[in-house]
């Protein structure tokens, strides 16, 4: 019972390629997001959505875009990838209500994207 | 992030107490808290504490808050291999889209 999952987990392909990273979280919850982690292993959020509002954070290039076909999956498509997108990306979700359990992020395990 | 700073790594015995350090700058953050990322895998909640509070304990975990200097600290008593890890802290701020600002985690090493 995978509460948040991510496909594919490893992602390698050529520079100038587009390419999808799939997330689903099956607990039901309403906000989801994707971050970047670094090989420094720092980690940055770049979007944040719910049905009301997609928070974009503004370092993000347009080339990301996040697309949620329904409340439980929020894919993350990147165009025309370059040697800088190499990370790792992670998909979370969180409940809806007062905090802390909004902050409550439950994160996949990630999907590794090697840019060639 | 350039708003939570943590030291990177941090090596113990196994046996001994591990205290991870963090400091954030935002003074308007609501609730703090401690992630544990294994290798190869997603984040994972540990604890976290509300800003009013100076201490929380959850069995070997003690969250130490010291507001006025921003200060936030993980204690793991009795530090066991399988607590080698990366421990990022993370702040939440109050507002119309609650997002947590990571720090950039501090690689845990228990040595046996």
């Known amino acids: 019972d995978t509460a948040v999952s991510q496909t594919p987990k490893y992602l390698v392909t050529q520079m100038g390629n587009d390419k999808s990273i799939k997330c689903e979280q099956n607990?039901?919850?309403?906000?989801m997001y994707w971050y970047k982690q670094d090989s420094k292993k720092f980690l940055k959020i770049m979007f944040s959505?719910?049905?009301?509002?997609?928070?974009i954070n503004e370092t993000v290039p347009n080339r990301f875009s996040p697309k949620s076909p329904d409340k439980a999956h929020l894919n993350l498509h990147i165009n025309s990838l370059e040697l800088g997108d190499s990370a790792v990306y992670f998909c979370?979700?969180?409940?809806?209500?007062?905090?802390?359990?909004?902050?409550?992020?439950?994160f996949g395990p990630g999907t590794r994207l090697t840019v060639l | 992030g350039e708003d939570v700073e943590q030291s990177l790594f941090l090596s113990v015995r196994e046996g001994d107490s591990s205290v991870i350090n963090c400091t954030y700058t935002d003074s308007s953050s609501t609730y703090l808290y401690w992630y544990k990322q294994e290798p190869g895998a997603g984040l994972q909640l540990l604890t976290y504490i509300f800003s009013n509070m100076d201490m929380k304990q959850d069995q070997r975990l003690t969250v130490l808050l010291n507001k006025k200097d921003k200060h936030l600290s993980l204690r793991i008593a009795d530090t066991q291999t399988g607590d080698s890890a990366i421990y990022f802290c993370a702040e939440s701020i109050a507002g119309s889209a609650r997002q947590l600002t990571f720090g950039s985690g501090t690689q845990l090493t228990v040595l046996p």
């Open positions: 979370a979700s969180s409940p809806r209500g007062a905090a802390p359990s909004t902050d409550t992020q439950y």
């Open positions: 959505y719910n049905n009301k509002e997609l928070i």
């Open positions: 607990l039901g919850h309403d906000t």
